[in-house]
């Protein structure tokens, strides 16, 4: 029998984006969950009604989620769900294809836990998406919708892109995320501001019921991050996703110049965001948590802090994919030892 630790070693050997491409190949085959070898190709699901909730009008059967990035064509959703992820986010989704920045674009900071990229929106674009998406949702677990505009698309036309998505995939996941906080595309964060956030709401939920969240980059000020998060609330985003990766090149010893950073060194700076928010906005708005999030002692403190749901994407490059399945043992080991009989009743204990 192999573990992820015994093949840790190879695939490092690899180029990160190819490494990428391997798991993705495995991830793709049509009788996965049959595989009778490794670990990491086995059911990890665990079924614990303390680990249930209700959100978005589906059941949650644990919070921990797979952030935005890997499964950027929804080419992986059945492979992904049989490592034990409570739901799924796929894309980030652009109307019309993209290659992406030049390569190389992805890099491991071994030491630090952290992956460094500067992929740029590289997609199959929106109608070969949605046309995967019609042959096979619903899905056994809750699917995220995570889209952007194109690089050529100018600033001043970005929302047609994102009504246009919205549009073309809606009744075809659980709820949507609108990206404007990737460093990867020149002048997206740019769209992080009041008028936009304006306007993109206002024409989107006219077009939708399904919820939309806005996922926020951990680069402003925490003044900044709760204003425009309570903006966003207050014209009809359903959820806030904090956060994305960190253009803050200083908290690794030889970064490149390029991308952004994710993974364990991203851990402190996405908390102290996700915090200033949710100290505003718990109990009014559905958190999600994202950044550094490596064992379920860190869930449980972004859980505390007002997260009704987690993800995790670098710390399973470095861990595993059991990693999955040891956070969410892990958490109903802390729930029972803090007396909770749901996970529901320790989201925003600290803020009570």
Do not use: C, W
């Not at 995939?169 to 936009?196: K, M």
């Not at 956030?197 to 680069?219: G, H, R």
């Not at 806030?240 to 060194?265: E, W």
């Amino acid at each position: 029998m192999l573990n992820y630790n015994s093949i840790k070693p190879y695939l490092f050997k690899f180029q990160p984006e190819n490494a990428h491409h391997i798991a993705e190949f495995v991830l793709r085959l049509p009788n996965i969950s049959q595989l009778p070898f490794n670990s990491f190709l086995e059911s990890h699901f665990i079924n614990d009604e303390i680990l249930n909730q209700e959100l978005f009008g589906r059941t949650f059967l644990n919070p921990i989620g797979l952030g935005a990035g890997f499964d950027k064509n929804a080419t992986m959703i059945r492979g992904i769900q049989t490592l034990g992820f409570g739901f799924t986010e796929i894309g980030t989704v652009t109307p019309k294809p993209q290659p992406g920045n030049p390569k190389p674009r992805m890099f491991r900071h071994v030491e630090e836990e952290t992956i460094q990229n500067a992929m740029g929106f590289n997609n199959d674009g929106a109608y070969k998406v949605v046309q995967r998406l019609k042959e096979r949702y619903p899905f056994s677990t809750p699917i995220g919708i995570n889209i952007g505009k194109n690089k050529v698309t100018p600033e001043n036309e970005a929302i047609s892109d994102y009504t246009h998505l919205i549009k073309a995939f809606n009744g075809l996941g659980d709820y949507f995320v609108i990206n404007i906080s990737s460093p990867n595309t020149p002048g997206l964060r740019d769209l992080q501001n009041e008028e936009f956030i304006t306007e993109l709401f206002k024409e989107a939920k006219a077009l939708t019921d399904m919820p939309i969240l806005l996922k926020i980059a951990p680069d402003m000020t925490k003044e900044d991050a709760v204003a425009l998060t309570k903006l966003a609330v207050e014209k009809g985003a359903d959820g806030i996703i904090a956060t994305n990766t960190t253009i803050d090149y200083s908290l690794v010893k030889n970064p490149k110049d390029i991308g952004g950073l994710s993974g364990a060194v991203l851990k402190q700076k996405s908390f102290e965001i996700f915090e200033a928010i949710a100290k505003e906005l718990y109990g009014k708005t559905t958190l999600i948590s994202v950044g550094g999030i490596d064992s379920a002692e860190e869930a449980y403190r972004r859980i505390k802090a007002g997260a009704s749901l987690v993800q995790v994407y670098s710390a399973m490059i470095f861990h595993g994919p059991d990693l999955i399945m040891n956070i969410n043992k892990g958490l109903i080991e802390l729930l029972k030892a803090d007396g909770y009989n749901n996970i529901t009743e320790a989201i925003g204990a600290d803020r009570k």
